[in-house]
């Protein structure tokens, strides 16, 4: 990243100056995107097609979501695991979307915990798992 950086410096041209800065926000906030929504929807994506077992839902835990150092509540995140068997035994982890309450989160967390489930497993490394949104549907209240 430094060697781009004086490369760019090499060249003293204001119009260069503002492509390459205009390049970098650009790439932060793409990369700041991405990870706060797209790859949850690329990875939910890239599994409806996969092969689906039958999982079920162990216990779970509602994990408190904080804004930055302020220390105020963001919201509430469900963190549950699973088991599932293709071939043999495997764990995995959900994570829903965000809450507004505690207890929307303990009501989502309670409909989930011991059900039954269709886990989506890669074709080349069934340890490796998904569980899509829209096959809880019927299992959770319209929000």
């Given at each position: 990243?430094?060697?781009?950086f004086l490369i760019?410096?090499?060249?003293?041209?204001?119009?260069?100056?503002?492509?390459?800065?205009?390049?970098?926000?650009?790439?932060?906030?793409?990369?700041?995107?991405?990870?706060?929504?797209?790859?949850?929807?690329?990875?939910?994506?890239?599994?409806?097609?996969?092969?689906?077992?039958?999982?079920?839902?162990?216990?779970?835990?509602?994990?408190?979501?904080?804004?930055?150092?302020?220390?105020?509540?963001?919201?509430?995140?469900?963190?549950?695991?699973?088991?599932?068997?293709?071939?043999?035994?495997y764990d995995g982890?959900?994570?829903?979307?965000?809450?507004?309450?505690?207890?929307?989160?303990?009501?989502?967390?309670?409909?989930?915990?011991?059900q039954s489930i269709?886990?989506?497993?890669?074709?080349?490394?069934?340890?490796?798992?998904?569980?899509?949104?829209?096959?809880?549907?019927?299992?959770?209240?319209?929000?």
């Amino acid at each position: 990243m430094i060697s781009l950086f004086l490369i760019a410096r090499h060249h003293d041209s204001p119009m260069f100056d503002l492509i390459w800065g205009t390049t970098l926000v650009s790439l932060v906030v793409v990369s700041i995107f991405w990870n706060c929504t797209g790859s949850r929807k690329y990875e939910q994506w890239r599994a409806q097609n996969w092969p689906v077992a039958s999982g079920k839902f162990n216990e779970g835990e509602i994990i408190t979501m904080l804004k930055g150092r302020s220390k105020d509540i963001a919201g509430y995140v469900v963190r549950i695991d699973y088991c599932y068997v293709s071939g043999q035994s495997y764990d995995g982890v959900y994570f829903t979307k965000e809450f507004p309450t505690h207890e929307a989160a303990e009501e989502y967390l309670n409909r989930l915990e011991n059900q039954s489930i269709s886990v989506r497993i890669s074709p080349n490394k069934s340890h490796q798992s998904q569980i899509l949104d829209s096959d809880l549907v019927g299992l959770l209240p319209p929000r």
